[in-house]
């Protein structure tokens, strides 16, 4: 425990004080003194999350609490702010802070296997080291904490609640009944927060998302035999971005930006691994292996991939409310857990990946259900597969010593793999180099 959690209960007041300072300093820093070794897309994916949480820690009463799958097109035709659990939580959690409102939220009755997301939430909110938005919307996606937490906070605070929710399986009729609520989300949204919805611009940034997405898509295979620079927590910020902020023009930005620096990347003959689930980006031993090694990198992982369309849309963003219940339906997070492993197939083989991580986080019933189909199916596809437990956000719940020694002899037997496929590889290359140069003499054989 640190000072500041000794705060929680009796001066919410001065952790707030502290942990808005520490992200408002995080952000100016990295704003002026960029990293040298990112990637410009990296750069800007650090700065629009930093941005993106901060300024709705800042501004409560323009902010939307939500769940990381909900579409956002509408609270940013709004001018509002969505904030979600997944991104309070790591930004507590990066300030080393968690620890405190885990406990404060199991001292109030949280269960301690609930997700660890939702208890650092539950925990900053019930202390009311944050404000509580005066609306709070989340959707059936994905997960048991997503429908509990947002019912929970709406009562405690009574502040008004939308839950939108989504059939397993996409057809017109589902995609009609989804599109519905969203409609009617906006309309109480208009309501609660006194502003008008301007439908041409909701359509613009919907339009704005496909494309986001589309480019998304494309840049998988742009990824195969270069070196992407990328890191856990990384990764976790371009998740961020592409669930909160798709549809406005930097998150767009951000996608042109990634394909130009993949198109312009060094080359990488390492390991790559695809990711799936919440990357625990504090884990000093997982760090050492994956973050920015150049050996084996983290290439993709499906936090970033659940909302885009391998085949295209059936609708477009001239019906706005249309497309967003259809991406919201078809994300590989809902419905069942065989969608989550046939997405993580499709983008191990566009991106020639050479196996894949299930990370099962604390608390997290969905990866744990499907950790292992995600094995057998991804195996049988030719993609060797780890199951590894840990906590995505208490560090203290996680110290990854065990972990990475798992990791570590699972990267090897990749490695080891790779090796042999390359050297036959080389010798049928040589073989059919030697045949042609043969065939070339007239000779039978030269070798
Ligand atoms: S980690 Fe799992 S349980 Fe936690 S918010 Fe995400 S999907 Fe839900």
Redesign the pocket.
Known sequence: MNALDYCIPTRPDITHYWLIKAFQVKRAWTRAFPDKWMHPSALLAQNLALDTVTSALEDPENSVFTS?FMPNEIFHSLGLKPLI??AVADFIAGAHAELGFTIYAEDQGVPQTY?S??KVLLGATMAEVFGVSPLIANCSV?????NITFRMLANRFGVEHVYIDVPGEYDEEGCFYVAEQLREMAEAAQDIYHRPLDEKVLKEKVARSQRTLDNLTRSLRLRVGRYIKNNMGLEMQHGLCFHTLLGEPECERLSRLMIRDYLNAEPFDGVNVVWS??TPFFCIPLQRLLDVNTDQQLIASDMCFDQVSFTGWNHTADEPYLAMAERLIRDS?NGPGIRRVDRMAEICERAQADGAVCFC?W?????MGVSQLMVRELESAGYPTIVIDGD?CDRGNFPGGQAATRLGAFLEMLHAKKDARDAEAFEQELEEALEGVADEMGTGDVR
Do not use: L
């Not at 994905?142 to 997503?146: L, R, T, V």
């Not at 608390?363 to 990866?367: D, V």
């Open positions: 990381i659990a997944e997700c997301f939702h994905a997960c048991d904490a997503n689930s919440t997070y986080h608390g997290c019933k969905e990866t995505g």
